[in-house]
């Protein structure tokens, strides 16, 4: 397990010098905006495990369910098979790696109607440099016809969203797409995320 406090600097340099770019919706096509690229950050890791049960039985914190759509940019039809892959610090704040299972990692794929579901707890805020940053899950959403997306997913009410985000203006935490509200459903927090894709300049 590394210490997110041992590499805060690599996060911040990244975050600042990030090109953060989102597609603007347009009142004449119709079209939605696809989701806003964010900061990647130094803890992605590829090759988790496919799986939709984020967090083990065992682990501790609040527990989430987080569902949504993936869908194309006239905000309807879906896309099937995307990867979504999913990475999160622990109710501490702690991040984990391979030697620990890829814990709190993991990867799906959408089904037939663009639909993923996922389980986890609610992650912890963490300190970098003199403050802190929201509680947020990582996503990083690919598929071979549309452009990859790597976003943030931040909740509702957080007293350390922007302009309180230890982060800075480039993790863009006040993107109010990417702020969810949960609900309590009988002890489980439960939210959802849409995310729309753009198509890549390959595709047909």
Same mark, same amino acid.
């Given at each position: 397990?590394?210490?997110?406090?041992?590499?805060?600097?690599?996060?911040? &340099?990244?975050?600042?010098?990030?090109?953060?770019?989102?597609?603007?919706?347009?009142?004449?096509?119709? /079209?939605?905006?696809?989701?806003? =690229?964010?900061?990647?950050?130094?803890?992605?890791?590829?090759?988790?495990? $496919?799986? =939709?049960?984020?967090?083990?039985? @065992?682990?501790?914190?609040?527990?989430? &369910?987080? +569902?949504?759509?993936?869908?194309?940019?006239?905000?309807?039809?879906?896309?099937?098979?995307?990867?979504?892959?999913?990475?999160?610090?622990?109710?501490?704040?702690?991040? %984990?790696?391979?030697?620990?299972?890829?814990?709190?990692?993991?990867?799906?794929?959408?089904?037939?109607?663009? !639909? %993923?579901?996922?389980?986890? &707890?609610?992650?912890?805020?963490?300190?970098?440099?003199?403050? $802190?940053?929201?509680?947020?899950?990582?996503? +990083?959403?690919?598929?071979?016809?549309?452009?990859?997306?790597?976003?943030?997913?931040?909740? /509702?009410?957080?007293? !350390?969203?922007?302009?309180?985000?230890?982060?800075?203006?480039?993790?863009?935490?006040?993107?109010?797409?990417?702020?969810?509200?949960? @609900?309590?459903? +009988?002890?489980?927090?439960?939210?959802?995320?849409?995310?729309?894709?753009?198509?890549?300049?390959?595709?047909?």
């Amino acid at each position: 397990m590394l210490s997110i406090r041992n590499i805060t600097i690599i996060l911040l &340099v990244v975050s600042a010098s990030i090109n953060v770019t989102g597609l603007s919706a347009s009142a004449e096509t119709g /079209k939605c905006e696809a989701t806003m =690229n964010d900061v990647e950050g130094p803890y992605y890791l590829p090759g988790a495990p $496919f799986r =939709n049960q984020i967090a083990g039985p @065992d682990e501790q914190g609040e527990r989430v &369910v987080l +569902k949504g759509a993936v869908r194309q940019t006239d905000c309807k039809s879906p896309i099937k098979d995307a990867l979504i892959e999913v990475w999160q610090t622990d109710a501490g704040g702690e991040y %984990y790696y391979q030697d620990t299972g890829f814990r709190l990692r993991g990867q799906m794929k959408t089904d037939r109607n663009g !639909y %993923y579901e996922l389980s986890t &707890v609610k992650p912890g805020r963490y300190r970098i440099m003199n403050g $802190f940053r929201p509680a947020h899950i990582h996503l +990083k959403i690919s598929h071979p016809d549309y452009k990859t997306v790597i976003t943030q997913l931040y909740f /509702k009410g957080d007293p !350390y969203l922007w302009p309180n985000d230890a982060c800075g203006s480039g993790c863009k935490s006040n993107d109010p797409r990417r702020i969810i509200a949960l @609900d309590d459903e +009988k002890g489980v927090l439960t939210g959802t995320f849409d995310i729309t894709l753009h198509p890549s300049s390959t595709s047909r």
